[in-house]
Structures are given as C-alpha cells and as structure tokens.
C-alpha cells in the first residue's frame, strides 16, 4: 500500500459503433445491426516504488453520462456505472470503456441509431489504492456529476453496461484493462 500511484488520462470519447458480426457455424441467421453507444478514455498508470509484477492490482474507473431524457425536453438522465480493472500494466496506454445497448439507445432516441446525439455529458474518475488520481469530462463544468440540478436526475432503468457485459467482450483484447468479475 505504501506505493504512490499517477495516472495519465485523455478526455473521454463516445461514438456509435455497430454490433458485430460473428460466424455463427452452418447455420446463419439474418439481423441488421443496430449501434451500440461505446464511451472510452485511454490511461496510463505509474507507480512508485514499481512493483515487482509491473501491474496495478485494481485501477477503479467511476463513469458517468448524462443523456438527454426523451420525456422531457431541458432533463438529463445522469447514469453511472463503475468499473473494476484488475491486473492493469504500467507505463502502458490501457483503456476503460463502457456501451449502451441498441435497446437503451432506442429507449433514449426512438431510434436504435445515433446514440451520441443523446449525450450531452461524458465524465469519469480513476482511483488507485483508494484515491482519485485522475478525472476529466468532455465538456461542461469540471465533475458535473456532484452538482445539484434539477435538469440532470439520477437514473438507473437504462443501464451502462462494462465491455465484458458486451459482445465486444472478445474483441481488441489487448487495448482495454482487464475487468474483474462481479460476483
């Protein structure tokens, strides 16, 4: 625990990306994808004194988005979803990511496309050994998820869901820390 930890951190991003396709044996069946919601941010974690196995044991990102609610023009829904990297790198670029799914994307849009439209607000906060060492938004005042609004109202019936929860759970295994499983 006597280990000061740093974290490194971009501005998170978010785009639609379509649900991918995969071989499904002798018999395929026909859909259409929809989008998929994908926010994600790129860190890097040091630590010092570096530890023997060059891994952070737990990097914790709190995510937080705030989308527009569709019943009522002028309010946010604000949604959040934490998630728990285990065996993380250092000195590395790793990533974090969280998805919405094309049902959530529908029930914010109407539409099971263009799920960045409803974003207005994308923020996160990294924590190593207890401590917040990084934290950013794209744009907005600075940890707009603690201010008080009545425009932005906390919302958990559509849910954030973290890369392993996805069926981009398999894919670009390499670029994103390792997600510990809830039990």
Known sequence: MGQA???????PVFDDLPSPEFPGGNKQ?????????????????????EPKSKTAEEVVVKWYV?????????????LAK???????????????????SPAS???????????KNAVEF?????????EVKATDTNKGPAKWWTLASE?????DS????????????AMWWDRYADVKKEK
């Open 151 to 155: 425009k932005i109202s906390a919302n």
């Open 66 to 78: 705030a989308v527009k609610n569709p019943e009522k023009s002028g309010t946010m829904f604000k």
């Open 29 to 49: 069946k026909p859909f259409k994808p929809k989008d998929w919601l994908e926010v994600e941010t790129k860190f890097k974690v040091e630590m010092s004194p």
């Open 5 to 11: 930890a740093k974290v490194q951190a971009d501005k």
């Open 105 to 115: 994307v529908t029930r914010l849009t109407g539409s099971p496309r263009n799920g």
């Open 158 to 169: 559509v849910p954030l869901l973290s890369k392993d929860e996805t069926p981009f759970a």
């Open 82 to 100: 934490t998630v728990t990297h285990i065996n993380v790198p250092l000195n590395e670029d790793v990533y974090s990511s969280i998805y919405l």
């Open 122 to 130: 994308v923020g996160y906060e990294i924590i190593v050994n207890g």
